[in-house]
């Protein structure tokens, strides 16, 4: 058996020990399922990232350091959208049910802006489970895919679809001062 295929075969065996542990902690700390399977994910990514395929002497402590790290950056990222949000002037959360429906159509524009920049497979699912309310499992049926495969790929169009909104959104802040 070749050295990358044993390290696959390493990496599986550690996902399949450690995934749910990972997971509850994750959801434990943030409450939110989504977000804890992304943490959970990401976390895989960075050990085979640093550590690559070599073995690790206590895994279970690496990757539960790693997703701390993880859970902190992404409390920080939220913690300073939040104070820009509380920066902003009054005035600008206007309750006028006419700028309500501008700022709603801008925000439209937005969202299809930053999904029509995602590769074609990722904005299809995307859109199939966000603005149809399909499934994966029926999007999977659908595009004659795995609902892994669905998952992982809305995983990915989610994170830069949301990343996108972001970077738009603070640059709206900044404008505004």
């Not at 399977?37 to 073995?55: A, M, P, S």
């Not at 049926?141 to 996108?164: C, D, F, H, P, Y």
């Amino acid at each position: 058996m070749s050295s990358i295929a044993t390290g696959q075969a390493y990496y599986s065996l550690l996902f399949e020990q450690h995934h749910r542990d990972l997971y509850a902690y994750a959801y434990k700390k943030t409450g939110d399922t989504f977000l804890a399977e992304e943490i959970v994910q990401n976390t895989f990514i960075r050990l085979w990232r640093y550590k690559g395929y070599t073995e690790i002497q206590d895994p279970a402590h690496l990757l539960f350091f790693i997703a701390k790290g993880l859970l902190v950056d992404h409390f920080r990222k939220k913690e300073r959208i939040t104070l820009s949000v509380d920066a902003l002037p009054e005035n600008s959360l206007q309750q006028d049910p006419l700028n309500a429906r501008q700022d709603a159509h801008h925000f439209r524009k937005l969202l299809q802006t930053a999904v029509s920049k995602l590769p074609s497979r990722q904005r299809q699912i995307f859109e199939l489970n966000y603005f149809h309310d399909q499934s994966h499992d029926e999007i999977a049926q659908s595009l004659n895919i795995s609902s892994k495969t669905v998952k992982n790929l809305l995983s990915k169009a989610t994170i830069q679809v949301r990343n996108s909104l972001t970077v738009q959104f603070l640059l709206l802040l900044a404008a505004l001062r």
